[in-house]
């Protein structure tokens, strides 16, 4: 079905290009939601986030890039705490707790 459903594709505009990972997504969120998405307006949007990403790669220097992606990276990764007695294995000699 998928590759069917590759096959009718509607040509990608010659901006840049979609690749067939982000035509998947595309066609999953016209799927799952019943929204058309506009290839053309996807891929300006694509072009523009191109552009001001490396906008701002040349008006930062190595150090300053770092510390940005360092303070993001925190922001989306919480620490998570493992209680490591829970997840050990019980030993097979051993009676299973009730429950």
């Known amino acids: ?19 067939l990972e982000e035509e998947l997504a595309l066609l999953r969120v016209e799927l ?5 998405v506009n290839r053309e307006e996807y891929l300006r949007r694509k072009v523009d986030e191109r552009e001001e990403l490396a906008t701002r790669i040349r008006d930062q220097d190595a150090a300053t890039m770092l510390e940005d992606l360092r ?26 707790e009730p429950a």
């Open 1 to 19: 079905m998928i590759r069917r459903i590759i096959r009718k594709r509607r040509p990608a505009p010659s901006l840049t290009g979609i690749s």
């Open 32 to 36: 799952m939601y019943g929204l058309r």
């Open 71 to 96: 303070g993001s990276l925190e922001r989306s990764v919480r620490p998570t705490v493992v209680d490591l007695r829970s997840r050990r294995r019980h030993d097979p000699g051993q009676d299973p």
